[in-house]
């Protein structure tokens, strides 16, 4: 990559998310596994339950979360690796382009490409939980205030599966437990309109964690990276 003026940094970044975007699309993979993994979930946990239907209603937010969660988590290992291998990275790294920006970009399109689309299937995958409509758009935009979180927890776990051979087991040990608190208080925010009780508390918590998350995690995972290129 040739080094960019700070002119030129926007259009950096848009490319590189459009070249991210176009590979997730092409694969495929990228694009349909989370949203299998996001229906299993949703299919398989009611079945196990029983027919329920009241039941199934009640934990219908714990259940569309969860999905969220682990749908987001499916391709860690692939965020950063591909550019390590290539030598995408190194040439980013002694580009004007400072590295927070990259990872900034890779958070983007892990939201876009999962995220986002888990966004808007929810409120459809939670009628099959007997979620009414009203209360799965309300978890739908729960999830998508939480979801940038999520995408920057586990960007910060792909930039950990590169630093070490052990890489899978630690970022389980660090990526769930982050995304513990999103998961509480997505839950809890669609919990609390269907009691109709105050739920734009919970939501504006969440979207406090998603703030914190894209302003502080990508300095992390940039001195992360530049660690590994360094060795």
């Not at 092409?26 to 299993?40: K, V």
Request: charged share 10%; net charge negative.
């Amino acid at each position: 990559m040739e080094t960019c003026s700070h002119s030129t940094i926007g259009d950096v970044l848009f490319t590189l998310i459009a070249r991210d975007l176009r590979a997730n699309f092409r694969l495929g993979s990228g694009i349909w596994l989370p949203l299998t993994m996001f229906l299993t979930i949703v299919v398989l946990i009611p079945i196990g339950i029983g027919p329920d239907i009241d039941l199934h209603s009640k934990i219908a937010p714990a259940i569309l979360w969860i999905g969220v969660v682990f749908s987001l988590f499916l391709f860690l290992d692939r965020i950063f690796s591909p550019d390590l291998e290539d030598g995408s990275l190194d040439r980013i790294a002694a580009s004007d382009l400072p590295l927070e920006k990259y990872v900034w970009s890779k958070i983007i399109v892990l939201w876009i490409s999962s995220g986002l689309l888990l966004t808007i299937l929810a409120p459809f995958l939670g009628l099959i939980l007997n979620l009414p409509l009203q209360v799965g758009l309300i978890c739908s935009s729960s999830i998508m205030v939480g979801s940038p979180a999520l995408a920057a927890i586990g960007c910060l776990g792909g930039g950990i599966g590169t630093f070490n051979r052990h890489g899978n087991l630690l970022q389980t040990v660090i990526v769930l437990p982050l995304s513990i608190p999103v998961l509480i208080f997505g839950t809890k925010s669609v919990i609390a309109y269907s009691n109709g009780e105050p739920y734009l508390p919970w939501v504006l918590q969440l979207s406090g964690i998603s703030l914190a998350s894209i302003a502080i995690f990508p300095f992390l995972i940039s001195y992360t990276l530049k660690t590994v290129l360094e060795e």
